[in-house]
């Protein structure tokens, strides 16, 4: 417990295992902090979501990407 | 604001980028419409899906393909 | 197919039944005529979540609400 | 109805179909006796997601079973 | 592992726990069987959906049933 | 950018809002931090779920918490 779900796009070849397990570690042991509750059983999963297919505001992330280059 | 998510399966190749802009174009449009609420916070995930992995009523949507073939 | 998960905060009482009509019915028939896919089989689920439980670059809807009106 | 999410690792080249097909049904029935319900809307969705993705007690499943083979 | 997500509509007052605790176990140890991964860290959440969110073909699971009994 | 869902038992009366704020802030900043992404966008949504509905290992979290009191 929780179970904690990360969907973020997938840019520049995807999020290396070095940030990955930075991130789950800091995230784990910040929940298991606040509530003072084991991390033993936490689950967090990384879905890496192909810019093409996540969409803020109606444009897709590759969009938004290339109008912020222009 | 919201959060859309849209689990499909991948059919005939895939999803065309045009299909994807228009349908999430049309659906955060309505929900700011139908909520008069901005969508410029609105988000939305296509999360397409090997047809082998969708299920309907015990039967994978290849195989119910696949019977409507017969 | 799809499915369709909508998460929106719960605000002025909640969504009417005759708004999530509207909106899921927009939102399926779209879906079949942009895909060409019968609409029979679509599930869309609605889940109204707490201002207090939705955050948007680290404050909740009710914090960025609040602001809003001051 | 209902929608069943089943999210797992990707191992040893990824469930066969049989295994998918065994466990659906499965699943499904199972349901559908319990709560003497039709499984014919029943939506099952299989996920399989990368080890390097899928995190327990802030360790990769990758991780764990590499420690486990120590 | 693994992280399996139950969505179903609330009926006749909601699952009993007694139900819930049969459709777990069945799940559960049918996944532990079938891909023969220990269950211990199996997680199987349930969420019981309003019939007034839960839609099936553009009709809410409300509809479908008063449908029905006519 | 990204959506990040936690979902967690609502135990002794639920999250304090304080608690979550503290949660939602430094997951979100970790998130930049990591991937050096504006928060601007991110989502992140809480969501308690009832301690009869949340099982490990085919227990529910009620079970587990009473038979550890035991």
Known sequence: MP???IK???????????????LVKGITELF??????????????????DMNNYFIGTKSVKEIRENNKK
């Not at 298991?32 to 979501?49: D, H, K, Q, W």
């Open 32 to 49: 298991s902090e606040v509530f003072n509750r084991s991390a033993s059983n936490a689950v967090v999963l990384i879905e890496e979501i």
């Open 8 to 22: 973020m796009t997938k840019e520049d070849g995807g999020a290396t295992q070095e940030q990955k397990d930075i």
């Open 3 to 5: 179970v904690i779900s």
